[in-house]
């Protein structure tokens, strides 16, 4: 799938940073942090700061550049703020509500705390459930309210919030990487079965640092650590960084393998891989799997070009550049007619003619998703005077929702669900088409402890959601009429 | 106090439509009617509907002009909606933030609602203290969640919303006048003081309307009904209108005062009666206390010329059109310098000359707050030639805190405090200056049954905030670090 | 007409200051003076700056406080700065282009120029033709840029600017008061005919200020010096005030009587008469030839207050508060359907109950335009409860077009064309109906040494447009095809 | 340069559509080319469309997605419409004036005409001055309102617009690249030397259409004709296509070199070279002249990707994906601190450490302007773990002002003037550093009949300006006090 396409979404990115030794102008450096985890969520944005144990916070639907006026990020600015977390959402179409932007920051019982989460609960709609038969009212639909009301609870019979944690993990189900700050403490959480990343930073004047993915780690200025291990709860404070194990050591880890393929940018490393070189590995087990004689190898910018260079490396095929991205096609973009519409691909994407006219070309991209953009950008090089077109890509065929926080269109829409690739190969209109296998995608990132996540190739869910539905489950809940309301004696 | 100088705030306004036979654009009524409340409340504003059971809404910070643009009001426009409420709020410089705009919708055990205040209770830090030990958490810092969680715990025990609502009213202290929306029933509460006003209106084709004031009924086009009594709970929906009257009957109801005087539009009627034939016996009363030998009477824009027009009268003295206000100036008005600053109040307002050169000048205004702008208005009839200028203020002195919903500026601000008329007026340089007495001010609405608080005149208050504060108690509370938050076992 | 019917619109209202002092902020005072004149035209407005002879300056589509944000503001505003203009404009839908915009600013031959133009001149098509085959190139559609032209030419030719002026002032005929601005002077012209209203101020500290109305004098810190006379050239720069009189003395003066009955501030003097006393004056007039009984005068807020008051000091009847303007609505209020389309004027006017039930009221507004709005208002006041509405015009019917710089509807639309006040009141349902006579319109302003046109009431014009077209001539000139262009060689 | 450090700009791109058809939708082909050259100018844009004779249009300050909302967009579109031309401009601070957005559209004595520039005339002071004593006067300051002059007047004399158009050749000097749209006809038009790009597409259903670079014919959906000659004027209309070529023929042509290096789009086809070969050629000659052992060749992103890949062609030494750009910062991005503003670069760009760690690389960029970016680009290579960086740049040193078009900081500014190419090393700080030659750069397009303009590298001009300025030339002519005003008279 290229971002020319039906975009699959990752829900969020989260951030925090203790600067221990407040050399820092530490609301910048979220800002800054926030703009390299901007493609993990475009919908909504926030910052949260912690002043002198006070926390305050802005968050707005909109992108870092749209929501952090310069008005805004200075009334969240202060040389005292040691402590700030920052968050990036991406939100289904139905919860597009600004009560579900994060950090989400709570008032209770022991003071205020603010939180950010990336993932999606499986047993949401049960725990929300028995909150509200408790009284517990909710603002907004996100699973990010009942782990706040969890941790809350807990932490009135646990005491310390790290107590608190650890016993509401033991209660959620699915995938989570939370950011969590109180008055005194950062705390970075990954579910026991680690299905988002989730890393650790050293600041160099003292002072750590939590983020989804390194790149943020690098923005902030950071130095990488470690990743945080599945089930870890690790907690930075005055006292420096310590962690509690109580959830680790699962077997049966399950990192989402599309991190890897899509999500992620090139330059992070996770799991103790780079993402760019476990796409060139994708590429050059591309190559192995379906060899093609041809001319010149070239990626749909920016998610094939890594997989096009690992290609043409493994195959010994000059690696060229086949396409122009049009940088300044927005959100705003206006598709003016019928035509303009079918023309749009060619607007926002143009093919360099001198690098595929009278060629034998291979394309390689991340996935194909409902085929309709697949089949425009092989016409597009056709049009340029390429011979022939060899789709090659770098993942399995995508055939089953994501239960742990990608946004997938509907079953119906996906192009390889219920087609064999000779089928898939008739819509898009390539001379060849060839997948990567699910033996080599779980082999893309090779110093990984973790354990992977294939779901969405396979169907094989490692714990399944309370109710089977779509992710937008939480808005269904939400907005249907309680039926059962007038017996309760209104 | 004229808009001219540090103004007086009424807290908020809440509208509330049951469009029983399906004829009206119920959104559109909202809308409308929110912009009659707007003097009520300027900084944020909402609208909630109810489509069939199910709640959704649009808030935030601004004018209803600003927040309501025309897409926005189609998302929540439907022909099937039959059910809304609408809110505007003013809120203090610190509380100045989004999750405090209503209407608050919240999710619970027994379905969604949506509540309008306007009021303030005084024993909100206590009751939130209560909730939190329990579990509950907040988002933002109004007593308005405190309400909703109040009433949500005794519904999921009581069964009926109403029930549930007047075992919440016992809880609760102070001012608050509430229009609640659930799936299938629209709630109007005044408290058992009535501090604040609520009226009922009915649609010409069936069906209810709850407001603050009587001119919103006229903007929505229905026709006035009845006032809501102090601790009335009425409730309309599919069997029509009914109430429940166990918190009516005290004896000691306490009506603001200032209602009269300066918050309610004139047009509106209150407690049966006239706000502008009010405001009227004001000037009258003040032509008995304080007469004066003039050639003419004005009043300063907008609220003090109906007390002028009722001075000329019981006088005989001319009424005059003594100044233009300019209806262009907006919150952007930019004050270059310190020049231009001392210059505004001319900006704002222009004297007409002919009206005041050579004459005796009797000038009524409806209060003074700092005594810096009347000093400016007299200085601008001087300039323009006013011979003579005889101050009358249709109120008491204004001396002491609200803790009802209105926000009054720091004690030390208030030029009546601790000073004797004598000494005022050496302030704000006028011939003469008079207020009106604490005897006549409750006899201004002629057909009351209410009783009226005076406390901001007297310092006699029926009941305390559990925390001797000024309004802005929650915010103190909450921007304090917690004190004990590590001897908790952080 | 009210405003709140369909609008006549005066099209410009023009400001200048010289502060020779340099003790003034120049810009800020412009600004000021800007929100006092935002009445004579609410869709552009500007701002040109004299730097040391250096002229720059900003100008856009909005009001006042829309364009001048305090960025764009600052970027007007130094120390340095003695000399500046500015201008607020109406225009036609049609001309809604940000190109005629003013102050004009220009380069030419002899430096830089900026010009202020309220107005319109009845033989700009011809002087236009004449410039275009010389080789003048036009950006806009506004008569201004031909005036531009003019008085560049003949500065070549003339030397100095006031020279160039005065010839120019030869070829123009119509309406025309302007501003004008070079590197060292601020000049003031008003046509001979003296259609629209000019006047002059001394600043305390030294230096003058060019106004349309006195009441931005006012705004600016200015003391009123005098009226710009019919004809009259005023030069301000370094040596002081003088002036230039070779097109003075016209026994034919046409000063705009709709100036005194709608256009003007009230709190404005111009040609030595009180605008609010003028229109009082109208109220008088009205009693006497339209004489009822009655129980209560109440005027159309804010345009009908002033006669209604003048009106009931004629008649003895006493005067009341019989509307409350919604102060918030604004432009963007939208009339969701053809319901609330028709309840509009009541969110925008809303009838004191108090003031006319069971009353006999003699209704003032200052005209009728399309009947509409006045058939709205009327039953505003039925609905309120009135017994009897005595509708009285403090104007003649309003029957021809204006070439003079006022946008009046098509003919087809005046209510009053082609028909008798009775077939008029047939139309807007009042008990009775009574305009000002044409005799009497003309005494309004007493002190005025000038005569008055009354062509949109009588017919009779002055001077005629050298093409029989309504105000827009401009644009169609500019929209239609040239004919002949193709002969021309193409 | 990389897009990373101070830019270098191309003045503006130019496009025009005439859809004899009437089959397109002209207005979206226009908004989907301005796209395609937002790249040659971002600070303002704008359309003028052409609906039977009648020009008009919009321009403003902004992106292409900024400016055209889709209501502006709308209130331009009509299927009438057959004739459209748009531009993007890129201007010099002190110019950044609305005055001088484009298409300016003007009014003349034979009708109307919208004219789109590219380039910098070199005599257009003393051709202003001419024109000023005859009567002419400016809105703006751009040279662009000269030639609209020039041609008005011409056009007043000669009768057809392409004879206007060639005898206004006669006077011009220096770069233009222009497109003309009047009532009928469309026009190209290139200048003797063809120092800009400028080329022609045919439309499918018939017409034609002219762009400053033929990715904007791709987008617009027309196909590739061939470019305009230097000196050609090219006229499509009713009656087909056309050349005026009486200024054709000159030896000495001088496209800009820049165009191939820098400027142009890679996809883009210019005197018979595609830009990306041109730019591979660069690589692979300076592998030829400036060899090095290495492991790994990367770009910097996006400008020196094409190079990279040339060199590691012609090198042997394989090519890598070295960075990873931000692709969500935008003009709004704040720089906080002086920390933050000093890791700025590390923000918009990232190091993929994969690829360079432990390695010897080889670093393509397309020039160095201050030096600044290009040390910091360095420092994120060694601290990502190179073992050795080679700085090669695919341009000569850059040392002299342009005067065709290309807005260059301050010599003093330039690291390469008066520095030898050691010198400049120390500042950057790589191992190696090597320029492309001379000799080289003239032969990057080789398909090209045109001669190139290297005077930025060599000093050696064509032609020089009638006043030895910089770019900025107009902007002090306009904004220094005309020194003689006084003598003339005032």
């Given at each position: 799938?290229?971002?020319?396409?039906?975009?699959?979404?990752?829900?969020?990115?989260?951030?925090?940073?203790?600067?221990?030794?407040?050399?820092?102008?530490?609301?910048?450096?979220?800002?800054?942090?926030?703009?390299?985890?901007?493609?993990?969520?475009q919908?909504?944005?926030?910052?949260?700061?912690?002043?002198?144990?006070?926390?305050?916070?802005?968050?707005?639907?909109?992108?870092?550049?749209?929501v952090?006026?310069?008005?805004?990020?200075?009334?969240?600015?202060?040389?005292?703020?040691?402590?700030?977390?920052?968050?990036?959402?991406?939100?289904?179409?139905?919860?597009?509500?600004?009560?579900?932007?994060?950090?989400?920051?709570?008032?209770?019982?022991?003071?205020?705390?603010?939180?950010?989460?990336?993932?999606?609960?499986t047993n949401?709609?049960?725990?929300?459930?028995?909150?509200?038969?408790?009284?517990?009212?909710?603002?907004?639909?996100?699973?990010?309210?009942?782990?706040?009301?969890?941790?809350?609870?807990?932490?009135?019979?646990s005491?310390?919030?790290?107590?608190?944690?650890?016993?509401?993990?033991?209660?959620?189900?699915?995938?989570?990487?939370?950011?969590?700050?109180?008055?005194?403490?950062?705390?970075?959480?990954?579910?026991?079965?680690?299905?988002?990343?989730?890393?650790?930073?050293?600041?160099?004047?003292?002072?750590?640092?939590?983020?989804?993915?390194s790149?943020?780690?690098?923005?902030?200025?950071?130095?990488?650590?470690?990743?945080?291990?599945?089930?870890?709860?690790?907690?930075?404070?005055?006292?420096?960084?310590?962690?509690?194990?109580?959830?680790?050591?699962?077997?049966?880890?399950?990192?989402?393998?599309?991190?890897?393929?899509?999500?992620?940018?090139?330059?992070?490393?996770?799991?103790?891989?780079?993402?760019?070189?476990?796409?060139?590995?994708?590429?050059?087990?591309?190559?192995?799997?379906?060899?093609?004689?041809?001319?010149?190898?070239?990626?749909?910018?920016?998610?094939?070009?890594?997989?096009?260079?690992?290609?043409s490396?493994?195959?010994?095929?000059?690696?060229?550049?086949?396409?122009?991205?049009?940088?300044?096609?927005?959100?705003?973009?206006?598709?003016?007619?019928?035509?303009?519409?079918?023309?749009?691909?060619?607007?926002?994407?143009?093919?360099?003619?001198?690098?595929?006219?009278?060629?034998?070309?291979?394309?390689?991209?991340?996935?194909?998703?409902?085929?309709?953009t697949?089949?425009?950008?092989?016409?597009?090089?056709?049009?340029?005077?390429?011979?022939?077109?060899?789709?090659?890509?770098?993942?399995?065929?995508?055939?089953?929702?994501?239960y742990?926080?990608t946004?997938?269109?509907?079953?119906?829409?996906?192009?390889a669900?219920?087609?064999?690739?000779?089928?898939?190969?008739?819509?898009?209109?390539?001379?060849?088409?060839?997948?990567?296998?699910?033996?080599?995608?779980?082999?893309?990132?090779?110093?990984?402890?973790?354990?992977?996540?294939?779901?969405?190739?396979?169907?094989?869910?490692?714990?399944?959601?309370?109710?089977?539905?779509?992710?937008?489950?939480?808005?269904?809940?939400?907005?249907?009429?309680?039926?059962?309301?007038?017996?309760?004696?209104?």
């Amino acid at each position: 799938m290229s971002e020319f396409s039906y975009p699959l979404h990752e829900e969020c990115g989260v951030f925090g940073i203790y600067d221990k030794a407040g050399t820092e102008d530490v609301t910048a450096a979220v800002y800054s942090a926030l703009y390299s985890l901007q493609h993990r969520g475009q919908e909504s944005c926030g910052i949260a700061v912690n002043d002198d144990g006070v926390i305050s916070g802005y968050r707005d639907l909109g992108l870092v550049n749209e929501v952090f006026t310069p008005q805004v990020l200075a009334s969240l600015s202060k040389p005292e703020i040691r402590m700030a977390t920052g968050h990036v959402r991406y939100a289904t179409a139905g919860s597009r509500i600004r009560a579900n932007a994060q950090p989400m920051i709570v008032r209770h019982g022991r003071g205020t705390m603010a939180l950010c989460h990336n993932g999606n609960l499986t047993n949401a709609i049960q725990l929300r459930t028995e909150l509200e038969n408790e009284g517990a009212i909710f603002h907004g639909s996100s699973d990010t309210e009942v782990i706040c009301y969890l941790i809350t609870r807990e932490r009135l019979k646990s005491g310390s919030i790290e107590l608190a944690v650890s016993r509401t993990m033991d209660k959620l189900d699915g995938a989570y990487s939370l950011v969590i700050m109180s008055s005194t403490k950062l705390i970075a959480v990954r579910d026991p079965r680690g299905y988002r990343p989730l890393c650790i930073g050293t600041l160099p004047g003292g002072g750590y640092v939590f983020a989804s993915e390194s790149c943020a780690l690098d923005a902030a200025g950071a130095d990488f650590l470690r990743d945080v291990e599945p089930g870890e709860i690790v907690i930075a404070d005055a006292n420096g960084l310590r962690s509690v194990k109580d959830h680790c050591g699962r077997k049966d880890t399950q990192m989402c393998v599309f991190e890897f393929i899509y999500f992620a940018r090139p330059d992070s490393v996770i799991e103790g891989s780079s993402v760019h070189e476990a796409r060139k590995q994708a590429g050059r087990f591309l190559a192995e799997e379906h060899p093609v004689e041809a001319d010149v190898v070239i990626g749909v910018p920016d998610s094939g070009l890594d997989a096009a260079l690992g290609y043409s490396e493994a195959s010994g095929i000059p690696y060229g550049i086949g396409f122009i991205k049009n940088k300044y096609i927005g959100r705003t973009f206006i598709q003016g007619s019928q035509k303009q519409r079918e023309n749009s691909v060619r607007i926002k994407l143009n093919a360099v003619t001198s690098t595929v006219k009278d060629k034998r070309v291979v394309l390689i991209d991340d996935s194909i998703v409902r085929g309709t953009t697949s089949a425009r950008i092989i016409k597009l090089l056709r049009d340029a005077g390429a011979k022939e077109v060899h789709f090659r890509v770098s993942a399995p065929p995508f055939k089953y929702p994501c239960y742990f926080g990608t946004d997938i269109p509907d079953q119906k829409l996906l192009v390889a669900t219920g087609r064999t690739v000779a089928e898939i190969n008739e819509i898009i209109g390539a001379d060849t088409l060839g997948y990567l296998s699910t033996e080599h995608v779980v082999q893309l990132a090779k110093n990984s402890k973790c354990g992977f996540c294939t779901a969405c190739f396979t169907g094989k869910y490692a714990v399944k959601p309370d109710q089977v539905l779509s992710t937008n489950i939480h808005e269904r809940h939400l907005h249907d009429r309680p039926k059962d309301e007038k017996k309760l004696g209104e």
